[in-house]
């Protein structure tokens, strides 16, 4: 079934009795060409390139709970590319290219919406910084754009431009970032996918790899064994746990992140704010409440949820910068595991293990990678060599000293 | 969060700042290290869930470095040592 305007009309005329389930639920078969453990965005969207772009149909997505059940439906939804360093901004940029195109290509309204989104600038070297930093966005394509306090003033009346710690000095806007539905993003990529023939396999979860003779000969199950030429990682928050099971350790630490909604407001933000030195990043979704987060909560952690301290540090950042947001009531909050890696940026490698592919390390970041994470990660897995504006991400990084390292602050996830 | 400090008592986790894995205590040593060894210090992490031995620093407060042993799943908090007394035991410090 292909989604139109004509058939939502139809539906919406005779009772909505016509819309049948978006993807099959099929039983895993013995043996793929190619499984991807973790049924997320990156996941699935690599499953969707590798059968849309890279040919191949033999492919199963095998996720423990209920797909989009992880970060990509826990996440604040921001899309941008304005990175610095060569590693990665030719690959966000990629990537926010895809999402431009992405609703086209999966025939699915996933929302992505170009609101704009601005990063404030509070002190003279920050200005310098951010300048260095929008100039090198040009350089690789990206939009990039200065803006002074008048330019701002406009677009955001509310902001307080006086504080006395943090007064707001200008701003870096990138234009073409925004926001994208998240929940949509994992349920077009599944659709497409499965319309291709992919299985997407929910409530199994892997416990285990068949490794033999330093070779990856498929995974142990809560279903069962079921085989494989190639197996893909693609767990986020998980990495560490699952790649012990093949008996690998990881430059990676899990960290919870939490997330923030507000009560629903009439339209207030425009676009998406970054208020980086405080640490908190505000957007309104379009049902209108206002979505934001700030800081991790700093130590290793497990727990799908947050605590208390980082609920009144993050609330704070926000009173700090947007005293309004005081009158707004919090409804809801949670907290996603992120896997830190040790300079902040993902990795998507071949192992040294045969036929067991990687891709994680994404910090905080990696919605916005998502379009971009699966078409390198397909690539990987079908060409066996890095896609062209992935050929950084690789695991030797950290022996030769080529980290890319956007934060400067050196080996300490918590700090990413 | 509460760290239950040996000297101190009781102590709300957000006068300390986390560092990471206790294994940090064990750095290799610099005569005899391989860039191998100074690879897996630096940059590997076991990163359990469930048990996990880590260093907090005790900045707002009397600025110690324990160790404590918590549970990343449940953030249940079983243990704390002063880290000097770990690293004793280890052969680390005098
Ligand atoms: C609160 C929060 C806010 C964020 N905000 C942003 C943002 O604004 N912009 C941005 O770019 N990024 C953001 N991120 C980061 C982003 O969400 C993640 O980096 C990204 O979603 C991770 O990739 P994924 O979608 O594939 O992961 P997930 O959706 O977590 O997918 C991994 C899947 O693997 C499954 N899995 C794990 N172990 C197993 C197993 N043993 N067997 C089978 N399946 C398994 C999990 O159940 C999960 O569904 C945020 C994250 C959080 C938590």
Known sequence: ?416 | MIINHPLLGPRDSAEFVYLGDAELIDRPDPETASPEDWYEYGYLRDNPAGLHRELWWHEGGDRSWLVVTRNTMTHEITSVEIARDVARKMGRSS
């Open chain 1, 1 to 416: 079934m292909r989604y139109s305007g004509l058939k939502v009309i139809k539906e919406a005329l005779t009772g909505h009795k016509g819309w049948t389930p978006a993807w099959r639920d099929p039983e895993p078969q013995p043996h793929y060409d190619i499984i991807i453990i973790g049924g997320g965005g990156h996941g699935l969207a690599t499953a969707h390139y590798l059968a849309s772009v890279y040919g191949q149909h033999k492919v199963a997505v095998i996720e423990k709970g209920w797909i989009g059940g992880g970060n990509v439906g826990r996440n604040t939804t921001i899309i941008r590319s304005n990175y610095m360093l060569d590693g990665n901004e030719p690959f966000y940029e990629f990537s926010l290219k895809l999402w431009e195109g992405l609703e086209q290509n999966i025939n699915y309204n996933a929302m992505v919406s170009q609101r704009g989104i601005m990063n404030l600038i509070h002190s003279d070297a920050q200005r310098d910084a951010f300048i260095r930093r929008g100039n090198a966005m040009m350089l690789n394509g990206a939009d990039a754009e200065y803006l002074d306090v008048a330019a701002i003033k406009r677009e955001y009346p509310f902001l307080n431009f006086d504080d006395a710690r943090f007064p707001i000095k200008g701003g870096l806007a990138q234009r073409r970032g925004g926001t994208v539905r998240h929940d949509a993003v994992a349920w077009g990529y599944a659709r497409a996918a499965d319309s291709k023939g992919v299985d997407i396999i929910q409530n199994c979860e892997v416990t285990g790899f068949r490794i033999e003779n330093g070779k990856c000969h498929g995974v142990e199950t809560s279903k069962g064994f079921i085989g494989a030429n190639k197996v893909g990682c693609a767990v986020a928050g998980n990495s560490g746990r699952l790649m012990s099971m093949a008996g690998m350790r990881l430059p990676i630490e899990s960290h919870v992140l939490q997330a923030f909604v507000s009560e629903g407001l009439k339209p207030v933000l425009p676009g998406v704010i970054t208020f980086g030195a405080g640490h908190f990043y505000v957007s309104q979704s379009d049902k209108g409440g206002l979505v934001f987060g700030g800081d991790i909560d700093g130590y290793n952690s497990y727990a799908q949820r947050g605590n208390l301290p980082v609920v009144e540090d993050v609330c704070e950042g926000g009173m700090a910068i947007m005293p309004m947001i005081g009158r707004a009531r919090l409804l809801r909050m949670w907290g996603g595991i992120m896997d830190m890696s040790m300079d902040g940026s993902p990795i998507i490698d071949r192992t040294d293990i045969e036929g067991l592919y990687f891709n994680g390390g994404w910090c905080y970041g990696g919605f916005k990678a998502t379009p971009a994470s699966g078409h390198v990660f397909a690539h990987l897995l079908a060409r066996d060599t890095p896609h062209e504006t992935a050929t950084a991400y690789r695991f030797d990084r950290f022996k030769t000293g080529h980290m890319i390292d956007e934060k400067g602050m050196g080996n300490q996830p918590n700090l990413h």
